[in-house]
């Protein structure tokens, strides 16, 4: 199942990190982060940290991290679409029932392409501009 970027960034952004994973993970405010004992591996003091700000989960003792969905799919074993999914009912956001039609599947890839190749283009405008010659 393919959802376009837009429904997967209104979901995303739709679900604030710090209110989704306070569910599983008892979460301590400390500055301007949030902090618990990480679900990921065993550990005694918490140095599994979440941003509100950044929207983002950080554990400083196994690395952990990412954003709302990927703590969905790790923490619940669950697929992208499932977790997006899980994500999406919390908040009411419908998303599309019917699987993305070829077309758009090419669009989406050739998308996607065109951004690495910018990518690769920036970095190398980058590096050229940085040498000394
Ligand atoms: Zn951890």
Do not use: W
Request: hydrophobic residues 35%; neutral net charge; aromatic residues 12%.
């Amino acid at each position: 199942m393919y959802y376009p970027d837009e429904v997967v960034e209104e979901v995303r952004a739709s679900n604030d990190i710090v209110d989704v994973i306070s569910r599983y993970v008892k979460l301590t405010k400390k500055g301007s982060s949030y902090f618990g004992l990480c679900p990921f591996h065993s550990e005694k003091t918490g140095s599994f940290s979440v941003s509100r700000e950044k929207q983002m989960y950080y554990c400083f003792g196994c690395g952990a991290g990412g954003n709302v969905i990927t703590f969905l799919m790790e923490y619940e074993n669950a697929t992208f679409p499932e977790a997006l999914k899980t994500l999406a009912d919390r908040v009411g956001i419908r998303l599309p029932e019917r699987a993305a039609t070829k077309e758009e599947r090419e669009a989406a890839d050739l998308k996607s392409a065109l951004l690495e190749v910018n990518k690769e283009a920036a970095r190398y405008f980058y590096y050229q501009l940085k040498a000394k010659q």
